[in-house]
C-alpha cells in the first residue's frame, strides 16, 4: 500500500509563495504520474498539475499556469509544487496523488493513492 504524506501548506499573503512536499512510502511509484488536486470549501476537487514518472512531461490546469511548478525528485519519493504568485482563490487543501499504471490525465477518479491533503490559506 503506498502512503502519500504531503507537507508545506500555510497561511501566505496574496502575492506570496509555498512551496508543497508529497513523500511517498511503500511500494514504488514506478511508472506512475503524480498529480496535485486542491478542493476548497463547498466547490468539487479539482485537477491543478500532473507530472510523468520520469517528470519531463508535465500540465496544469489554466489558472494556475505560469504561477505553480510541479517536479518530482523520484531517488527522494517525492512531489513538489511550487506555488507562485499566489491569490485569494488559491486557498483550498491540496491533495498529492498517485496516477494508476499507465494513466496520464486529469481525472481524479483514475488515480489510485491520495494523501490527506494540507492546507493553503491565502489572505487579500
Known amino acids: 500500500q503506498v502512503e502519500l504524506v504531503e507537507s508545506g501548506g500555510g497561511l501566505v499573503q496574496a502575492g506570496g509563495s509555498v512551496r508543497l512536499s508529497c513523500v511517498a512510502s511503500?511500494?514504488?511509484?514506478?511508472?506512475?504520474?503524480m498529480g496535485w488536486f486542491r478542493q476548497a470549501p463547498g466547490k468539487e476537487r479539482e485537477f491543478v498539475a500532473r507530472?510523468?514518472?520520469?517528470?519531463?512531461?508535465?500540465s496544469y490546469t489554466d489558472s494556475v499556469k505560469g504561477r505553480f511548478t510541479i517536479s518530482r525528485d523520484n531517488t527522494k519519493n517525492t512531489v513538489y509544487l511550487q506555488m507562485n504568485s499566489l491569490r485569494p482563490e488559491d486557498t483550498a487543501v491540496y491533495y498529492c496523488?498517485?496516477?494508476?499504471?499507465?494513466?496520464?490525465?486529469?481525472?481524479?477518479?483514475?488515480?489510485?493513492?491520495w494523501g490527506q491533503g494540507t492546507q493553503v490559506a491565502v489572505s487579500s
Open positions: 511503500g511500494p514504488t511509484l514506478r511508472n506512475r504520474a
Open positions: 496523488a498517485a496516477a494508476r499504471v499507465g494513466y496520464y490525465g486529469p481525472e481524479f477518479r483514475e488515480y489510485d493513492y
Open positions: 507530472t510523468s514518472w520520469s517528470g519531463s512531461s508535465t
